[in-house]
């Protein structure tokens, strides 16, 4: 199917642990971002790729590693997971890094970090 | 550097009312202002944008949103509210070459 998806859906993990979630767009966008959404602060940017290979970090990146090398594909791995880390993640693609673009987002990952 | 403001985290009308949902920005040059809706459990889908031109933005579901640069403000608004509106409402701003900034979002509750 044509779009953004994002798996698992729902993670528990414990405080310690490497967790991986994966982002994967069928549109050819070049841009890819991840967001964390946390009551009252909205979406943040965690980090984003211009392309394979290019990547960059975004408003609250600490914790957080990614990696691009493909296209379609933009995983996000919390190294050595922590409480703070319990958020709703939100993989999002579109074919201009910002200005007049709509960016398409995933349903999200809910990550709850024990 | 660009930030969007959403004043109330949660607005609840009665079904049929006008629905208004505020949202002020700042950036340093002209800016593009979006309105993404969530529905619970879903991701983020675009309500409507201001680009350029009309500053009167008419979206999907009924909803309009107009920019007014004098008040930098973007507030969303909908006639009459339908329970099916119920959702999160966020909304953005991109300065040309930057990221999306989001707001807090504002979760709108319609009762019947």
């Known amino acids: 199917d044509a779009g953004i998806t994002q798996s698992p859906r729902y993670k528990i993990t414990e405080t310690g642990r490497q967790v991986t979630l994966m982002c994967h767009q069928t549109?050819?966008?070049?841009?890819m971002f991840w967001y964390r959404q946390d009551l009252g602060h909205g979406l943040r940017l965690i980090y984003y790729s211009a392309a394979a290979d290019i990547t960059d970090k975004g408003e609250v990146p600490d914790g957080y590693v990614v990696s691009r090398s493909k296209t379609e594909n933009f995983p996000l791995t919390l190294e050595s997971a922590t409480r703070s880390q319990t958020s709703v993640y939100f993989c999002?693609?579109?074919?201009?890094?910002?200005?007049?673009?709509?960016?398409?987002f995933g349903q999200g990952t809910r990550l709850t970090v024990v | 550097a660009q930030s969007v403001t959403q004043l109330g985290s949660h607005v609840s009308v009665s079904e049929g009312a006008l629905v208004l949902l505020r949202c002020n920005y700042s950036?340093?040059?002209?800016?593009?202002l979006f309105w993404y809706v969530q529905y619970p459990n879903q991701g983020l889908q675009l309500l409507l944008k201001y680009t350029t031109g009309a500053t009167l933005v008419k979206g999907i579901n009924g909803f309009e949103a107009e920019f007014k640069k004098s008040e930098t403000s973007f507030h969303l608004t909908k006639p009459s509210a339908h329970m099916s509106d119920a959702a999160e409402y966020f909304c953005?701003?991109?300065?040309?070459?930057?990221?999306?900034?989001f707001g807090g979002g504002t979760r709108l509750m319609v009762k019947p």
């Open positions: 549109w050819s966008h070049s841009y």
């Open positions: 953005a701003v991109s300065d040309q070459g930057n990221m999306l900034t």
């Open positions: 950036s340093s040059v002209p800016p593009y």
């Open positions: 999002a693609s579109s074919d201009r890094r910002g200005g007049n673009t709509e960016a398409f």
